[in-house]
Structure formats: structure tokens, C-alpha cells
């Protein structure tokens, strides 16, 4: 079950500056960086309850944000809903016809689980599914 907008992501060529302008002229709170290497993607959160916002720049100059960023420069990259059951809801939307990139979820930021719906499937919208870490 979907159960909230989890983030939204911008691709961004620069992720000092960025952060910066995020931090220093939005005012908002940074919760730092992390390298998701199963994404090739350096992530930056910033929380805004009850959503975030999501700085996504490639790990090493390399990955799918480096195609998007030398395509388009920066720009809104996509949006995330927050699952309780990713796999129940991947087969529930696989069911329906979307198409999924990838052969099933992997390791996002924070410990979370995570798959992309092709974006041909969302009328050109690239939306994740993420599940958060349990925590025990
Ligand atoms: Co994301």
C-alpha cells in the first residue's frame, strides 16, 4: 500500500552549490550526504514534513544520472511514494501492466528498498517506490 509522497528528487551538476542553496538560502534542514552505489548516485536530503527533498548527483561521474544531467542538464527527476509492501505493490502494478526498470527492487538511501516504474508507463513521470528500513 502506497502511504505517502516520500521525496522529491532534482538532478543537480553540482552538489556543493546546490546543498548551499538548499541549506543557506531555502533555510532548510540538511541531513547530509549519502553514496548509494547500487544507484551510482550521490544523494542529499533535506526533510520538509511531511515530504523531502532529494539532491541527486552522479557517484564517480558516472550512472543514470550522469545520461539524464548531460541530456537535459538539471532538472525534477522524480517523484517517490513511500510503500509499507514494496513487493506486494510491484506485483499489484506488474498485474496492471506498468513496466518496472530493472529486474526487481534494490538498496536505496537510509537502508531503504526501492524500484523505478518505467517512465513510459506514468505519461512520462519516473516514480520510485520506496520502502523504508524496519527498524528494530
Ligand atoms: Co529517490
Redesign the pocket.
Known amino acids: 500500500m502506497i502511504t505517502a509522497l516520500?521525496?522529491i528528487?532534482i538532478a543537480v551538476p553540482d552538489l556543493e552549490k546546490a546543498i548551499k542553496r538548499f541549506m543557506e538560502d531555502f533555510g532548510l534542514p540538511f541531513e547530509g550526504t549519502e553514496e548509494v552505489l547500487a544507484?551510482k548516485t550521490t544523494?542529499a536530503f533535506f526533510p520538509l514534513p511531511e515530504t523531502s527533498i532529494?539532491l541527486?548527483n552522479p557517484l564517480n561521474g558516472e550512472g543514470p544520472i550522469a545520461a539524464y544531467l548531460e541530456k537535459r542538464g538539471g532538472g525534477i527527476?522524480?517523484l517517490?511514494f513511500r510503500t509499507d509492501n514494496i513487493e506486494q505493490d510491484v506485483a499489484r502494478l506488474k498485474d496492471k501492466g506498468y513496466q518496472f526498470i530493472g529486474d526487481g527492487p534494490t538498496p536505496?538511501?537510509h537502508g531503504s528498498t526501492?524500484i523505478f516504474i518505467h517512465p513510459k508507463s506514468c505519461d512520462g513521470v519516473l516514480i520510485?517506490l520506496?520502502q523504508p528500513a524496519e527498524h528494530h
Do not use: P
Open positions: 516520500d521525496h528528487a544507484a544523494t532529494e541527486v527527476h522524480h517517490c536505496g538511501a526501492v520510485e520506496s
